[in-house]
């Protein structure tokens, strides 16, 4: 059985981990497919994306004309004292200035709207994607990973277009009319000028690398340092980190990783200081070509002085286009590594979705049979082998067992978080598979050990439920989940604010809330899996009748670690490395004098306190 997830698998395959800089992003070949793939997310902007570059042509145009006046400044209106003509030829040459910065403005307004639509689009897309993942993705991604995902890498493709796409039309357009001017002008000095480009070419496309690589380790720096935070600064790391004392490791640690980190970003622009200097001395031989062997020919006649000043200016269009080209490759390359990056994750398979025929269900009245259900997470480690029982209609299933049995495995299964590998499980003689996913969890109501409740009030956190309950039915569920009475002595009542995962609360005020949660959607079947840290008497009274109200006429699956749950318990299961091994009534099933017994003995016994 595979649990591939599409090419990129789950966090250890490539791109994933560092995400900025991997090491085959300048050797990854750039596919037809890929920007074929990429162009899609552009057709819904073509238009803009047409005009940017008629802009970016015009532009190319218009850059020309202020050095061609000053020629005519030069050789004309200057010798000839023609005051008029002087006129002409400076309004000229600012009137283009000014329409170029217009034009600038234009362009830079369509580069956001377009870049920031398809991240716009790009991140949509994601999140919806996300949404249909199945749970073992979660439990196997790197934290901090998805978010990643789906802020810088996503956010990063903003740059492909303003950056890279842009840039390069742009040299493209520049460099050409500036050629075909330049030859035009003086096919001799022309070819003068292009022979020294391959002296700044090697340089630059050295220090490229060079600087790759830099960004590159920066990069990872910066990724551990965010792990350390993510892991340290989290609530449950933090708490790791003050109940073991490792405050001091722990910001050792920190202080190494971004004294590094710092030093890298130094050496980084330095680097970037030495290259600029050795490259100025190489762009300023052309120039001084010109001067020579253009002065040359202005001694012998042949050329005129404006001629000369025009061609240095025009040189320098010629070369910024060429040197920034010459580096422009590794943004290509990097560019279609972050589109991949996140092709990679559209191209996982949600693997759990609904099948075409897929029909609506109500679970009201009807068993929930497991037929011969085998399911395993890793291939060859079965995590359940020949599940068989029925939980009939509107009683309560207990599920005993020692821990890493299987349980929660096999009440995970119902709602479809995991996807069983033979056998079936069916709820009214169906086939769990024959549902929508919709309807299906729509039915089955959830209570975890660790209450996921999240940073909000009380009663957002209860509305999540069931947007539309109005107060009376908030606080009537409440009341039968035994909390109203807690809430209400909390100075801000329902309003009050719980805190990230709900940290403000106890385990059994958390456990109630989440009752209250589960009633409020008042679904057929009710999966709950009970506290095992020990409450005190009074929690585990409230919690025993809040559990009384909420099981009342369900079908309920219940992962037992009390007394008085398995004693009120229809059927108890007793499952051990991932089989059912006994099933009976705690009756029936003490008289057997087996699993149950010995589990009953160590786990439930009432203990006699002297
Ligand atoms: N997401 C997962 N990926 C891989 N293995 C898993 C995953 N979840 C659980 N397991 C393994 O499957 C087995 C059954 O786990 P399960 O959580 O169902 O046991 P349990 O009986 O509910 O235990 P407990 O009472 O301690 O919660 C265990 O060996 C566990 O390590």
New binding site residues.
């Given amino acids: 059985m595979s649990r591939g997830f599409g090419a990129a698998g789950f966090g250890g395959g490539p791109g994933h981990g560092k995400l900025k800089f991997d090491d085959d992003e300048l050797h990854s070949k750039i596919s037809k497919q890929l920007l074929l793939r990429i162009s899609k997310y552009f057709l819904p902007y073509w238009k803009q994306t047409l005009l940017v570059m008629i802009v970016l042509c015009v532009s190319a145009v218009l850059g020309l004309l202020p050095p061609i006046l000053i020629q005519h400044i030069i050789d004309q209106a200057l010798p000839d004292k023609n005051l008029h003509l002087l006129l002409l030829l400076v309004l000229a040459s600012l009137g283009a200035t000014v329409v170029s910065g217009l034009l600038g403005v234009l362009q830079n307004y369509l580069n956001s709207f377009i870049s920031q639509n398809i991240v716009h689009d790009m991140k949509n897309q994601m999140y919806s994607h996300l949404q249909q993942m199945p749970l073992?993705f979660y439990?196997s991604v790197k934290q901090g990973e998805v978010i990643t995902r789906m802020t810088s890498d996503i956010s990063g493709i903003q740059g492909v277009f303003s950056n890279t796409i842009v840039n390069f039309a742009s040299n493209l357009f520049i460099l050409a009319t500036t050629a075909v001017t330049l030859f035009i002008m003086n096919w001799k000095l022309t070819l003068l000028g292009i022979f020294v480009i391959p002296l700044f070419i090697l340089p630059t496309r050295k220090m490229g690398n060079f600087s790759w690589k830099l960004a590159k380790k920066t990069q990872e720096k910066f990724s551990e340092q965010n792990e350390v935070i993510e892991e340290t600064l989290s609530i449950s790391g933090y708490l790791l980190m003050k109940l073991f004392t490792k405050e001091e490791a722990e910001y050792s640690n920190f202080k190494t990783i971004n004294a590094e980190a710092t030093n890298l970003q130094i050496r980084q622009s330095m680097a970037g200081r030495w290259f600029m200097m050795v490259l100025s001395t190489f762009t300023s031989i052309g120039p001084l070509l010109i001067y020579l062997y253009g002065g040359y020919l202005f001694i012998q006649g042949e050329l005129t002085v404006g001629t000369i000043i025009t061609f240095v200016a025009l040189l320098g269009r010629l070369y910024g286009p060429v040197l920034q080209m010459t580096n422009l490759y590794v943004d290509i390359k990097r560019s279609a590594a972050l589109f991949e990056r996140i092709f990679d994750y559209f191209d996982m398979d949600p693997q759990i979705v609904d099948s075409p025929l897929a029909l609506h269900i109500n679970a009201s009245g009807k068993d929930i049979e497991f037929r011969d259900v085998n399911f395993a997470?890793?291939q060859d480690k079965p995590?359940l082998r020949h599940i068989s029982f029925t939980a009939a209609a509107g009683t309560l299933t207990a599920l005993v067992?020692p821990?890493?049995?299987?349980?929660?495995?096999i009440t995970n299964l119902i709602p479809r978080l995991y996807e069983l590998d033979s056998g079936a499980i069916t709820i009214g003689g169906k086939d769990i598979r024959d549902f929508t996913l919709d309807s299906l969890r729509s039915q089955i109501g959830l209570v975890t050990q660790d209450t996921y409740l999240f940073n909000g009030t009380i009663k957002e956190n209860l509305l999540y439920a069931n947007p539309e309950a109005s107060e009376a039915e908030i606080m009537d569920a409440c009341r039968s989940a035994y909390i109203h009475e807690f809430i209400m002595e909390l100075p801000e009542g329902y309003d009050t604010v719980v805190g990230n995962r709900g940290i403000k609360l106890s385990g059994g005020e958390k456990q109630r809330i989440s009752i209250a949660r589960v009633l409020l959607k008042n679904p057929p079947i009710i999966i709950m899996d009970e506290a095992t840290s020990s409450l005190d008497t009074v929690s585990e009274y409230y919690i025993q009748q809040a559990m009384h109200v909420l099981l009342l006429n369900k079908t309920s699956l219940v992962?037992a670690h009390r007394l008085s749950t398995i004693m009120a318990a229809d059927t108890i299961l007793v499952?051990k490395a991932g089989a059912i091994v006994e099933e009976g009534t705690h009756d029936s099933l003490l008289k057997n004098d087996g699993v149950y017994r010995d589990l009953y003995n160590k786990q439930f016994e009432p203990k006699i306190l002297s």
């Fill in positions: 073992q439990s997470y890793q995590a067992g821990s890493g049995a299987g349980k929660t495995t992962i499952v």
